[in-house]
């Protein structure tokens, strides 16, 4: 008898769907971490409110709750617990400034979030200082990314979207199937690979940066392409942000149809908030609820996705005329889609709004960290000449061209609608 024992681990989808329950579960049960201040408008404010000892306390207690969440699912996976102990201090590090540095009033100004000040701060440290190889090693990507997501659930709530009735629901079908399928065509014409097509596809007529991040985990994308996508998203929904609302004044579309616009063609969350409040309540509202309305399809995209993926890419060696089984099916799918579509189910149907209401900001406030972590280790992981090779600019047209399509067909669905 061997005196060797094997070593337990589960697979990183399901250890992303327990550490997320985990955190959902010990919210209601009254676990609420309190939510730190990173906004400043000078530097006083800077000085006496994100600095103040008790804020500083505040992420301290984060700091901690966060690194044993992410050294459990070290645990659980089979990965080094010791390097992801020794690599998160400095990975959480970047992650404070890039909240501090995007909680400045000017950064709000132009609506630029963490996420972005997060991605540049890793690019520059991993571009211009040589990383030892057990930091790379230790950084827990796709891990930070997927417990974002499922976190993500609990704010797609059903009866916030059917509260705008049947319309936004209808827009959001038509928007995300048209511009899905011709993003992946123009894609296909430039021969841009498969990987970065899905990514590519998703990100444009879902919802940027999250369908980006959820079409990658289904398919098991690469980074360095994720991270590409993404920066072409972040780049592209400021200007759209700012000469959208401009078009719409200038034409006289009304409120409801800018709303629909907005909330269909630019892909972060955060922009279409900022766009539609430049127009107006009305604008505001029916542009959240388009938006609203994409989110709810993304757990649903990456399950089809991941379908899709199965039955198109075969691993090597095998027969390409041969199907796949349901188990074969099973074994790849994203089991981290479960943990999103259970959270919103949860907080859709069986949480009640008052207990909602009470643990949202703390699990809201989780979700952008866990986030914000995850771009601070793609950063980290990633080269510059990786993201702005020969390779690249075929993926920019393609992305620049589906944009494109997604403004105007989204345009013309809202006039049809609204």
């Known amino acids: ?11 990183e989808d399901w ?11 010990l919210a209601i049960a009254g676990l609420l971490l309190p939510v730190p201040t990173f906004g400043w408008a000078n530097s006083a404010a800077l000085s006496d409110k994100v600095f103040s000892s008790a804020n500083l306390s505040k992420i301290g207690v984060q700091f901690v709750f966060v690194l044993i969440i992410g050294g ?16 998160f201090p400095l990975v959480y590090l970047i992650t404070m400034v890039a909240l501090v540095l995007a909680g400045s009033s000017q950064a709000k100004a132009l609506n630029l979030e963490a996420v972005i000040f997060s991605l540049v701060l890793g690019l520059v440290i991993s571009n211009f200082l040589k990383l030892p190889e057990w930091l790379k090693s230790s950084l827990s990507t796709e891990l930070f990314v997927k417990i974002g997501l499922v976190l993500l659930g609990t704010s797609v709530i059903f009866s916030d979207i059917l509260k705008a009735g049947s319309l936004g629901l209808i827009q959001a079908l038509l928007v995300v199937t048209s511009v899905w399928y011709f993003a992946f065509w123009v894609c296909k014409k430039l021969k841009v690979d498969d990987e970065i097509a899905m990514i590519i596809s998703s990100a444009v007529s879902i919802c940027g940066v999250s369908a980006a991040i959820a079409t990658a985990g289904a398919i098991k994308g690469d980074s360095k392409k994720l991270s590409y996508v993404i920066s072409m998203v972040l780049i592209t929904a400021i200007p ?54 994409q989110n709810v399809l993304l757990g649903l995209a990456a399950f089809a996705i991941s379908i899709y993926w199965t039955y198109t890419q075969h691993p090597a060696g095998s027969d390409p005329d041969k199907k796949p089984t349901l188990k074969v099916i099973w074994e790849r799918f994203p089991k981290f889609v479960l943990g999103f579509i259970g959270a ?30 995850a ?38 669905i809202a006039f049809v609608l609204f």
Request: net charge positive; aromatic share 12%; hydrophobic share 50%.
């Open 1 to 11: 008898m061997s005196s060797s024992t094997t070593k337990l681990t589960l697979h």
């Open 15 to 25: 250890a992303v769907v327990i550490l997320g329950s985990l955190i959902i579960i």
């Open 72 to 87: 459990i699912g070290a645990l659980i996976t089979g990965k080094s617990v010791k390097n992801y102990a020794l690599g």
């Open 240 to 293: 759209m942000m700012i000469f959208m609302p401009i078009i719409a004044h200038y034409f006289k579309f009304s409120q409801a149809v800018t709303g629909a616009w907005l909330g269909g063609s630019i892909d972060t969350t955060g922009a279409v908030v900022a766009s539609g409040s430049l127009v107006g309540e009305v604008a505001l509202k029916i542009s959240t609820i388009v938006k609203f309305s």
């Open 344 to 373: 919103s189910l949860l907080f859709s149907f069986f949480i009640s709004p008052e207990t909602g209401a009470h643990i949202k900001d703390s699990l809201k406030n989780l979700q952008g960290l866990w986030f914000a972590l």
């Open 375 to 412: 771009f601070t280790s793609i950063g980290l992981e990633t080269n510059f000449a990786d993201l702005f090779s020969e390779n690249s600019k075929k993926p920019l047209y393609a992305f620049l061209i589906a944009q494109t399509f997604n403004i105007f067909i989204t345009l013309a």
